[in-house]
């Protein structure tokens, strides 16, 4: 079964920066469109970023210019910088891929922005 292990999260000050990894197993990962999602307490799961088989990148509303998803096919790991971060970012994010028609999520990585 497709396995994918997030890493990176913590407790930063507004302003300030994280890296996220999602390291990925038991998968083609070159094969794959991988995405990041995150989700705030009474709040639905979002979409934060996308990157495809050829390294296309697309990014939701509130975190275009400040986020930026990249992949290394080598190391079978997606990244997710974070720049700029506000409270509002704070949420538990999550890797995502969708395979064989069946949708594959890590266990989630806390980020929390306060000062």
């Known amino acids: 079964q497709v396995q994918l292990v997030e890493s990176g999260g913590g407790l930063v000050q507004p302003g300030g920066s994280l890296r996220l990894s999602c390291a990925a197993s038991?998968?083609?990962?070159?094969?794959?469109?991988f995405d990041w999602y995150r989700q705030a307490p009474g709040k639905l799961r979002e979409l934060v970023a996308s990157?495809?088989?050829?390294?296309?990148?697309a990014y939701g509303d509130s975190v275009e210019g400040r986020f930026t998803i990249s992949r290394v096919n080598a190391k079978s790991t997606v990244y997710l910088q974070m720049d700029s971060l506000t409270p509002e970012d704070t949420a538990v994010y999550y890797c995502?891929?969708?395979?064989?028609?069946?949708?594959?999520w890590g266990q989630g990585t806390q980020v929390t922005v306060s000062s």
């Open positions: 990157i495809s088989t050829d390294g296309r990148t």
């Open positions: 038991r998968i083609t990962f070159s094969l794959n469109t």
């Open positions: 995502h891929v969708r395979t064989m028609g069946n949708d594959r």
